[in-house]
């Protein structure tokens, strides 16, 4: 019996080319482009936690910059004072009278307490994420129920957290020395005392659950601008870097993506949204911060000269009353008092941005020079 043997040249037992791995190809020898090898990520490591580095520290840089601007601004807004700071021209001459008759920790008063409450704000909407499964975290383009579900996670955080934001806010505008110094954890104490009615009582103290729910839905407010804004400004960004590469007829490569382009679109949108936000919410701000403060006894500054403490007597019946008589009696220009005070904030904060833009741009050209010399 004759075996038939199978030639290489027959269809059945030639070989088929399989990817661009192969080096066989019916007809013609395969071409297969050179590929690189991988690069080592040892010369990118500095540059790498250099921008890093600069991201995450320009975040608190701001937080720290921004307090005493914050501090300025809220006085003024309790100031019963004729001066309204609405331009920052005013801001600094009263700036000035009240460093001369206070230690410099008095433009940081309350600002451990405001971290210790954004901390422990954080640590309320992780443990409702565990318990609820509700997004800690969506995109625009998550489906409605999400958003909603994410919408409801964060008020509910800002109502539980809404005690403790309000007495940190006491903290950071009663006058510095006229008042006794709190403790560090006395904000946590005083927020429960005053919830459950076992604090100094007066006849005009707002009670403090009328003022949860005021206050949850006007910080949600205040991030819900927030984050439109910054998606809006990131969109626009990455819209008009697109345009850019497309009219250099250029695509995006290893070298391109430094880390200026990566992190410093997102601080923009940061600083615009956050200012965005602020401008926004600032007439609902004064209202309600008028109504924490009101019945307290606490002495604060004299927003006009900066020479003595005054005491605040507000007699507001809830939030309309207040609305209505600050337009009444003060007129307009009354819910923006200490506006000024924001405008330098910005500005500050703008300048801390464009220094930030420089550090990021000398790492990135760090990068193309590594990489450049790696291809040479």
């Known amino acids: 019996m004759s075996e038939k043997f199978e030639t290489f040249d027959s269809p059945r037992r030639k070989p088929q080319a399989s990817g661009s791995d192969s080096l066989l190809y019916s007809g013609s020898h395969q071409h297969v482009p050179y590929q690189r090898p991988p690069e080592p990520k040892q010369a990118d490591q500095f540059p790498k936690a250099a921008g890093a580095v600069i991201g995450h520290a320009s975040v608190w840089i701001f937080e720290t910059m921004a307090h005493p601007f914050i501090v300025?601004?809220?006085?003024?807004?309790?100031?019963?004072?004729?001066?309204?700071?609405?331009?920052?021209?005013?801001?600094?001459?009263?700036?000035?009278?009240?460093?001369?008759?206070?230690?410099?920790?008095?433009?940081?008063?309350?600002?451990?307490?405001?971290?210790?409450?954004?901390?422990?704000?954080?640590?309320?909407?992780?443990?409702?994420?565990?318990?609820?499964?509700?997004?800690?975290?969506?995109?625009?383009?998550?489906?409605?129920k999400k958003q909603c579900f994410h919408l409801l996670l964060k008020w509910t955080g800002y109502l539980l957290c809404a005690p403790l934001y309000i007495t940190s806010y006491v903290e950071t505008v009663q006058s510095f020395g006229a008042n006794d110094s709190p403790s560090l954890f006395e904000f946590l104490t005083e927020g429960c005392s005053r919830l459950f009615g076992r604090t100094y009582q007066h006849t005009w103290m707002v009670p403090m659950w009328t003022l949860l729910v005021p206050t949850a839905t006007f910080r949600l407010c205040h991030y819900g601008v927030q984050q439109v804004t910054s998606h809006l400004v990131l969109r626009y960004l990455t819209e008009e870097k697109q345009a850019t590469e497309m009219q250099d007829d250029s695509s995006v490569d290893y070298v391109k993506q430094t880390h200026h382009e990566q992190i410093y679109p997102g601080l923009v949108a940061n600083f615009v949204s956050f200012l965005v936000a602020d401008i926004v919410?600032?007439?609902?701000?004064?209202?309600?911060?008028?109504?924490?403060?009101?019945?307290?006894?606490?002495?604060?500054?004299?927003?006009?000269?900066?020479?003595?403490?005054?005491?605040?007597?507000?007699?507001?019946?809830?939030?309309?009353?207040?609305?209505?008589?600050?337009?009444?009696?003060?007129?307009?220009?009354?819910?923006?008092?200490?506006?000024?005070?924001?405008?330098?904030?910005?500005?500050?904060?703008?300048?801390?941005?464009?220094?930030?833009?420089?550090?990021?741009?000398?790492?990135?050209?760090?990068?193309?020079?590594?990489?450049?010399?790696?291809?040479?």
């Open 72 to 144: 300025f601004r809220r006085s003024c807004q309790i100031s019963p004072g004729s001066t309204y700071h609405l331009t920052p021209f005013t801001v600094p001459t009263v700036g000035f009278q009240l460093s001369r008759n206070k230690p410099p920790a008095w433009v940081y008063k309350g600002f451990i307490s405001s971290l210790l409450t954004r901390g422990i704000n954080m640590l309320t909407e992780n443990v409702l994420n565990e318990v609820t499964n509700w997004p800690l975290a969506v995109s625009v383009y998550s489906s409605l």
């Open 281 to 376: 919410m600032f007439p609902c701000e004064t209202v309600l911060h008028r109504l924490y403060i009101q019945g307290t006894r606490v002495l604060t500054d004299n927003m006009d000269h900066g020479r003595e403490v005054l005491g605040v007597h507000f007699r507001y019946n809830g939030i309309f009353d207040c609305f209505w008589q600050i337009l009444r009696d003060e007129g307009m220009n009354a819910f923006f008092r200490g506006f000024g005070a924001l405008m330098l904030q910005y500005s500050c904060h703008f300048i801390g941005l464009r220094l930030i833009s420089y550090a990021l741009e000398s790492v990135s050209v760090g990068m193309k020079r590594n990489v450049a010399a790696r291809k040479r």
